[in-house]
């Protein structure tokens, strides 16, 4: 198959994610008419059809056997019983295929298609729906330089991309970035929360919490200086942060945080178990 520098992509499901991403991608403008969707849900087709004009249809083998890059974006408890009847098709075509199911191994996808196939996994987090997040992506050895690039450009069409050299990284990359984001939002729901127990009326408190976290996050990203640093800069001795970061310390937070990803990427590992069938 002739490979093009621009490719056909394919996505199988048309849940939220697939629609974030192949969004983001005609936003940048990627041709409309070199993406598919395939989904069981005829009328959820038809309106993204009309919105986007992207190619859409309910036969998932229509689909694979259209484009070079297909991308994986069913429920992980699913997966199976999508890919199965869609082997022939697969290895006919013998596209790259990326996951962005959770759990799921390259080793357990592989059995799943047959024949060994390119393969990428990605972790994106939920900030990738509003063209802010972070995925982890992993190649196997089948994966070629320019089908990296491709994957790279999909990713970074909500948000950016970073590369780990062991599959057993992306257990990492789920704790700190995957679930990242409800332990951002259960730290702003504490401070609001405590915000309120100081006297705040719980709507300020929550605006006050929330936009914060967002200006503490455009700081991070848009200014040089390290997590450290920033810290250092708004914490003056014998100061008002500089009691509450006394209570953090106190009280343990880095030791907390530590298990926390810990824990999270146990149940990664687990789940990876779970999930082979």
């Known amino acids: 198959m002739q490979k093009n520098s621009t490719p056909r992509v394919a996505f199988i499901g048309a849940g939220n994610m697939a629609g974030a991403i192949l ?28 919105e986007t004009g992207i190619q859409v249809t309910t036969d998932n083998a229509e689909a694979v056997m259209a484009v070079d890059l297909v ?3 069913v429920k ?31 080793a357990t996808l592989q059995g799943w298609l047959g024949e ?12 990738s729906l509003l063209g802010a997040g972070v995925a982890g992506l992993y190649a196997t050895a089948e994966v070629s ?3 990296k690039s491709w994957v790279e450009a999909i990713s970074q069409a909500v948000g950016e991309a970073v590369w780990v050299s062991e599959e057993s990284q992306l257990e990492a990359v789920t704790a700190v970035s995957g679930s990242g984001p409800a332990y951002y939002f259960l730290f702003t729901e504490a401070l609001a ?40 800069r708004v914490t003056s ?23 926390a990803a810990q824990a999270a990427a146990k149940r990664a590992r687990e789940l990876a178990e779970e999930l082979k069938g």
């Not at 060994?116 to 900030?127: C, E, G, I, Y």
Request: proline share 9%.
């Open 23 to 50: 969004r983001g991608l005609i936003q940048q403008g990627f041709p409309a008419d070199h993406i598919w969707a395939a989904d069981p849900g005829q009328d959820k087709l038809d309106a993204l059809a009309k």
């Open 71 to 73: 991308v994986l974006a």
């Open 76 to 106: 992980p408890q699913r997966m199976q019983q999508v890919l199965q009847p869609l082997q022939t098709a697969f290895q006919q075509q013998r596209p790259l295929v990326v996951s962005i199911a959770a759990g799921l191994t390259c």
């Open 116 to 127: 060994a196939l390119p393969l990428v996994r990605s972790m994106p987090n939920t900030p």
């Open 145 to 147: 330089d320019q089908q």
């Open 193 to 232: 929360a405590a915000g309120e127990k100081l006297g705040l009326p719980a709507e300020l408190a929550l605006k006050l919490a929330e936009h914060t976290a967002l200006g503490a996050g455009r700081m991070l990203s848009e200014t040089p200086e390290t997590p450290a640093e920033l810290r250092a």
């Open 237 to 259: 001795p014998g100061g008002t942060t500089a009691e509450a970061i006394r209570i953090f310390e106190e009280q343990g937070l880095h030791k907390l945080v530590d298990e």
